[in-house]
T-cell receptor
Framework: AQKITQTQPGMFVQEKEAVTLDCTYD???????LFWYKQPSSGEMIFLIY??????QNATEGRYSLNFQKARKSANLVISASQLGDSAMYFC????????????????FGSGTRLQVQP | NAGVTQTPKFQVLKTGQSMTLQCAQD?????MSWYRQDPGMGLRLIHY???????DQGEVPNGYNVSRSTTEDFPLRLLSAAPSQTSVYFC?????????????FGEGSRLTVL
């Protein structure tokens, strides 16, 4: 079963507008971590933001925030005031922390969303 | 700051050839892993290691071999390359696989198997 689902293969946003990238996850663990990574056209993977399952506040990092809705198992990334440099692939990922099985603790990625910021 | 270093960045192989993708990190991370990235499929875990001398299989291990003789190095070997192994490969490391630590990625290695 897919553990991380990103339903938007591609998104467009106007420069300076906000955009939300969707991510839903599936786990039976109570303890887990959610990550977002950015992959620009140059190919490197850039860590953006992290949310722990027990964190009561939504994570924020500059223009990035994570809209964490635990009951709905969603961890959407919100980018405020989009910039042309935000054009990239964005990956949601999860690590399950409730198991001693080190394999389950590996980071599992969604299929990604390609964001294009238009001037 | 070197971080995670992968070599080579590009490689073309013929079917049946073998090769090794090198990965080294200088952050004293216990956890290291290899992913492959294919269009529309995100990153899939090939093999991982939680420390020197300890390796285990991920989601897509067939056709690949790894070893971890030192904390710093985690090479990925393709035993007999197949066109299905054409992909971009990423090595990544973190302090531990069981906590909230982010993964630090290498720049990727693009492999084409003809």
């Amino acid at each position: 079963a897919q553990k991380i689902t990103q339903t938007q293969p591609g998104m467009f946003v106007q420069e300076k507008e906000a955009v939300t990238l969707d991510c839903t996850y599936d786990t039976s663990d109570q303890s887990y971590g959610l990550f977002w990574y950015k992959q620009p056209s140059s190919g490197e993977m850039i860590f953006l933001i992290y949310q722990g399952s027990y964190d009561e506040q939504n994570a924020t990092e500059g223009r990035y925030s994570l809209n964490f809705q635990k009951a709905r198992k969603s961890a959407n990334l919100v980018i405020s005031a989009s910039q042309l440099g935000d054009s990239a692939m964005y990956f949601c990922a999860m690590r399950e922390l409730g198991s001693m099985d080190t394999g389950r603790r590996a980071l599992t990625f969604g299929s990604g969303t390609r964001l294009q910021v238009q001037p | 700051n070197a971080g995670v270093t992968q070599t080579p960045k590009f490689q073309v192989l013929k079917t049946g050839q073998s090769m090794t993708l090198q990965c080294a990190q200088d952050m004293n991370h216990e956890y290291m892993s290899w992913y492959r990235q294919d269009p529309g499929m995100g990153l899939r875990l090939i093999h991982y290691s939680v420390g020197a001398g300890i390796t285990d299989q991920g989601e897509v291990p067939n056709g690949y071999n790894v070893s971890r003789s030192t904390t710093e190095d985690f090479p990925l070997r393709l035993l007999s390359a197949a066109p299905s192994q054409t992909s971009v490969y990423f090595c990544a490391s973190s302090h531990r696989g069981g906590d909230a630590g982010e993964l630090f990625f290498g720049e990727g290695s693009r492999l084409t198997v003809l």
